[in-house]
């Protein structure tokens, strides 16, 4: 019964931010730690941010750096992504997952949402 759903991608200028959204449900969102990955044509589903389960230990992509915050509310069983300095670069669809341990491979995560679409165009 676990899903993850996202939204909140949509189609912005360059230099554009969006926050996305994805809420749990099914188990105790609390225990699990959480990433966004993205996956555009032609390529690897890539590694973006994950959050520990407290919301102390976060960690990005290299590309995601100084320009994408990921944060959640438990109280609410929502992992945020704020994208801000938007670049073509970014356009993917986001998906959303959640985990028992901190990690940057996608095989290491045990639920995956539906994915939402970013387009940032130039």
């Known amino acids: 019964q676990v899903q993850l759903v996202e939204s909140g991608g949509g189609l912005v200028q360059a230099g554009g931010s969006l926050r996305l959204s994805c809420v749990f449900s099914?188990?105790?969102?609390?225990?699990?730690?959480m990433g966004w990955f993205r996956q555009s044509p032609g390529k690897e589903r890539e590694f973006v941010a994950y959050?520990?389960?407290?919301?102390?230990?976060?960690d990005y992509a290299d590309p995601a750096k100084g320009r994408f915050t990921i944060s959640r509310d438990n109280a609410k069983n929502t992992v945020y992504l704020q994208m801000n300095s938007l670049k073509p670069e970014d356009t993917a669809v986001y998906y959303c997952?959640?985990?028992?341990?901190?990690?940057?491979?996608?095989?290491?995560?045990?639920?995956w949402g539906q994915g939402t679409q970013v387009t940032v165009s130039s």
């Open positions: 997952a959640a985990g028992r341990s901190l990690a940057i491979r996608w095989s290491a995560y045990d639920y």
């Open positions: 099914g188990r105790t969102f609390s225990s699990y730690v």
């Open positions: 959050i520990g389960w407290s919301g102390r230990i976060k």
